[in-house]
């Protein structure tokens, strides 16, 4: 199995888009989206499958046809990296991707992405104080990935999903939030701080770590796994 790299993702953390939000009102305030993301390993069994593209079997569905479970992307509800620890506090998955979107062009991409289903998932810190959602929808091929992951901005993201205890409020105060591709699947970024204060610099590192351990822990081994075999990792 592939693991994801964390400088890269951390990277597309940092460059994502600042996002306020406060009940129902927005206040965006946009900053530059992101660049980077993950870049798996070719894959031999694809290629020997005559499967091509960088994603191997997750360059589309045809090639990757099994949904996604939450036991496969969200399985680890405790995650360590570094002496940092991460709880889940929720997970679910949602049949009806527009119904989980925010902004006319995110929800124009998707209804044209073949999107069938979006699994997200909301952790916090162990001292509470970083939140955050992390998502992903499984969309027709890289080239409807490419669409959505074009629309992210101030007013275009995937709702955060509130769960217990310090993730309750995810979805007020301000986060930063971004697109990610790998293959057929948009991976959604939604990090903040639990009292809803804009970071500073040196807090938008500490988001940018979390989001990255998180991320390596739960969402990119199960997609690199799907690059490697298009099935469901075990």
């Known amino acids: 199995m592939i693991?994801?790299?964390?400088?890269?993702v951390a990277l597309a953390i940092a460059a994502g888009v600042l996002v306020a939000l406060?009940?129902?009102?927005?206040a965006p305030a946009a900053a530059t989206?992101?660049?980077t993301s993950p870049t798996p390993t070719k894959s031999p069994l694809a290629a020997g499958a005559g499967v091509t593209g960088e994603y191997g079997f997750a360059q589309s569905r045809l090639t990757d046809p099994l949904?996604?479970?939450?036991?496969?992307?969200?399985?680890?509800?405790?995650?360590?990296?570094?002496?940092r620890t991460y709880l889940m506090t929720v997970r679910r998955l949602d049949k009806s991707c527009a119904g989980v979107m925010q902004g006319t062009r995110l929800l124009k991409a998707i209804k044209g992405a073949g999107c069938t289903q979006v699994l997200r998932a909301s952790f916090q810190d162990s001292t509470g104080k970083i939140i955050g959602t992390l998502g992903v929808a499984n969309l027709k091929d890289l080239k409807a990935?490419?669409?959505?992951?074009?629309?992210q901005g101030g007013t275009d993201y995937l709702k955060p999903l509130p769960g217990k205890k310090a993730t309750s409020v995810l979805g007020?105060?301000?986060?930063?939030?971004?697109i990610w591709k790998h293959g057929h699947y948009a991976v959604f970024v939604w990090f903040g701080y639990q009292d809803g204060h804009r970071p500073t610099a040196a807090e938008r590192k500490k988001l940018n770590q979390a989001a990255a351990d998180i991320a390596e822990g739960t969402v990119f081994p199960a997609l690199d796994s799907r690059s490697l075999t298009g099935a469901r990792s075990r």
């Open 3 to 8: 693991i994801a790299g964390v400088a890269s």
């Open 22 to 26: 406060s009940g129902d009102e927005q």
């Open 33 to 35: 989206a992101p660049t």
């Open 67 to 83: 949904p996604l479970a939450l036991d496969e992307v969200f399985r680890n509800k405790k995650i360590t990296k570094g002496g």
């Open 145 to 151: 990935t490419l669409r959505v992951q074009k629309t």
């Open 172 to 178: 007020s105060g301000e986060a930063y939030a971004g």
